[in-house]
């Protein structure tokens, strides 16, 4: 089996471009038609400001960038909001994304477009590993790269909170764990630092 890369940036042969490999390539399926790739599960380098996770910078140029962010099985990001928007590429295992009242299962092959403005939380599932793009991009231990918010501000307007994967819906100050869901968002369910 190829060994999984260490995120090691590195410049092409003339120093123009800066590459990063962030999974093994264990070429093509027998048909040919399908690409394979190994992404590494386990914890990262460095520790990820405000939250349990470890992450694992790729590339960056200071306005744009991209991080490996992993979180271990049953961790997850307390509600925050951040400067600027990210793509949140889901490159391996199963999580939640809370996003305007409602918890929406992720899986690997998927994408989110989240408005930093926006406050959402993230949670792992499984172990989950992330591709985190954002413009402007914060080294991932930097205290500003987010800023954690009450709970409350990831309700709707109407102070609603709906777990599309428990399908268990709560109003108002009620937290979903009191109501049996382990997907809820609230500080008391993350780990936060």
């Known amino acids: 089996m190829p060994k999984i890369p260490d995120n090691t940036q590195y410049l092409d042969s003339d120093g123009s471009l800066r ?9 093509f399926d027998k048909a040919g038609l399908t690409q394979l ?68 299962p992720t899986r ?11 406050p959402h939380a993230v949670g792992a599932i499984t172990d989950h590993v992330i591709l985190a793009v954002g413009c402007p991009h914060k080294p991932i231990d930097a205290d500003d790269r987010m800023t954690l918010i009450e709970y409350a501000a990831v309700l709707t307007d109407t102070q609603e909170m709906h ?3 428990c399908d268990i819906k709560s109003t ?3 937290a979903l764990h009191l109501k049996g869901c382990p997907h809820c968002p609230c500080p008391n369910c993350t780990i936060s630092q």
């Open 108 to 118: 690997a092959g998927q994408v989110y477009m989240v408005e930093g403005a926006t």
């Open 163 to 165: 777990c599309l994967i």
């Open 37 to 104: 790739l190994s992404v590494d599960l386990g914890p990262r380098p460095v520790a990820v400001a405000k939250s349990p996770a470890t992450g694992q910078a790729t590339v960056s140029n200071g306005d744009l960038g991209a991080d490996i962010i992993r979180l271990a099985a049953g961790q997850g990001f307390a509600p925050h909001t951040h400067p600027g928007d990210h793509l949140l590429i889901v490159i391996a295992g199963q999580g939640t994304i809370t996003y305007n009242g409602k918890i929406y």
């Open 172 to 174: 108002g100050a009620i």
């Open 19 to 27: 590459i990063v490999e962030w999974a093994a390539n264990l070429g």
